[in-house]
């Protein structure tokens, strides 16, 4: 099986930085997409970046221009830099990667989440 172990999160001032990793370990062939997603208590989750096995990235419109996904495949890691963050930031955020198995299984794997709190 797949695991991904994500770190990064925790408290920062608005216009502050925060960079957060997603790393997957097991029986991986090879990693698809990569994403990250957010969610408010009470709320749906929502995707806020992606990229693909080529490097192809978008971004939901509230975060262009300040967060910056990247892969590094060598560690099938996935970042998420957050710069310029702002209040409506703040949320639990979650990794996802599209792993092919050794075992040529297909599985759609998340994070088990990590908060960011955007607050003066």
């Known amino acids: 099986q797949v695991q991904l172990v994500e770190s990064g999160g925790g408290s920062v001032q608005p216009g502050g930085s925060l960079r957060l990793s997603c790393a997957a370990s097991g029986s991986i062939a090879s990693i698809y997409a990569m994403g990250w997603y957010r969610q408010v208590q009470g709320k749906q989750r929502k995707l806020v970046a992606a990229i693909t096995d080529s490097g192809h990235t978008n971004y939901i419109d509230s975060v262009k221009g300040r967060f910056t996904i990247s892969r590094d495949n060598a560690k099938n890691t996935v970042y998420l830099q957050m710069d310029s963050l702002k209040p409506e930031d703040t949320a639990v955020y979650y990794c996802?990667?599209?792993?092919?198995?050794?075992?040529?299984?297909?599985?759609?794997?998340w994070g088990q989440g990590t908060l960011v709190t955007v607050s003066s």
């Open positions: 996802t990667q599209s792993v092919l198995l050794t075992d040529h299984r297909y599985l759609e794997v």
